[in-house]
């Protein structure tokens, strides 16, 4: 994905999230250190997952699951009660985010969801935090190359 496609993705998924402040989104004041051809210094565009490019990509994605998370009316959860612990329900939210995030199917089988669950019972564990465990599985989904790269 370019840089503007990985922001507006974001922005999209998120119910219109912006990482940065109201006038302008931090994708584009980055957009040099990116990579984002300026078409005067910069012919091309680099879009290799690069080691900055990651970084400013967990920024954006802490900040926008945190935001998005927080929503009076988030698109955030699949199930009705967004407080439930129940794994069945934890489970429903993840494929759900899964879905939303990284464009997978809805099938609830694949090995990564016992990874998704599982972070999500550990970080909950440490933190007594549902919005922690909630923001570091979206950030987690995020930051995964099945939201990145096609």
């Keep these: ?63 926008t699951c945190l935001v998005w998370l927080q929503q009076p009316d988030t698109s955030f959860f699949s199930t009705d009660d967004p407080e439930s612990l129940d794994r069945a329900d934890v489970r429903t939210n993840i494929v759900g985010l899964r879905w939303r995030i990284q464009g997978r199917s809805r099938d609830t089988a694949p090995p990564i969801l016992d990874d998704y669950e599982d972070l999500f019972v550990k970080v909950h564990q440490r933190t007594d935090s549902l919005d922690s465990a909630w923001q570091t599985v979206c950030v987690a989904m995020f930051t995964h190359p099945d939201f990145f790269m096609y």
């Design 1 to 63: 994905m370019s840089i503007a496609q990985v922001r507006d993705s974001m922005e999209q998924i998120s119910g219109g999230v912006r990482w940065g402040d109201d006038r302008d989104s931090d994708w584009d004041v980055y957009a040099g250190t990116l990579g984002v051809a300026d078409y005067q210094l910069r012919m091309e565009s680099d879009r290799s997952p690069s080691v900055m490019f990651q970084k400013f990509l967990d920024d954006a994605a802490t900040l």
